[in-house]
């Protein structure tokens, strides 16, 4: 569909009348021109404290989840760190998952509301997503590690390979992971060992061949 410098206005204006199920509606179709994603982006993001003031709960989810549809529509190109932090505030404190994994996506999420997810969570996937965020605060990292460790819940694999895949977890956890007794985290871990680019610095090395397996020191660590 070609689009005319007066329909955008026009389009413009429809969002300018504050409809919200409209324009959660423009937000959700993938056949509009980036400029209006962008309108109604700013409109709610920028000034989100200022909109949802005095209004109901309804009304400030119902920006969230217009929110939640422009960053999940490929056309519009916005990015989940493109979110303002108090939209993501309330977007961690929703009773909607999917909310709740925008919030734990987020570099913007705020370090205590990320800790409140990477912890408390009773979702999954919002826990993953959060421990792996690497705004969270390094000192909420370790502690997790440690109580994740020694759990025998069934999600620890999916949750110690999410501490692995923060940008900010030490070599010190991914070496202790790839001498784990479960199998499954002991690969993820030689593999996430085999693909950091500090790999030449570490002063242990895995090493597989016959007769033996595991972690020696290496030639640049000195005897």
Partial sequence: MDWEPGDLEVLKKMVDVNDLDFSISLAAVTWL??????YLFEKYNQHFNLWVKSKTDSIKEKVCWLIYFLINNIT???DVNDIKPEVLCAMATSMYPELNQVAAESINTPSDVLEDLAVNSTYKYVRRAAIANPSLPFNTLKFLYKAIKHSTNSDRYSLLCAIMNNP????????DLAMDNDFEISKAAKKKLMTMHEIGEMNYVFYCGPGYSGFRKSAAAGK
């Fill in 168 to 175: 900010h977890c030490p070599k010190e956890i991914i070496l």
């Fill in 76 to 78: 519009a190109g916005i």
């Fill in 33 to 38: 021109p980036k400029e209006i994603y962008r």
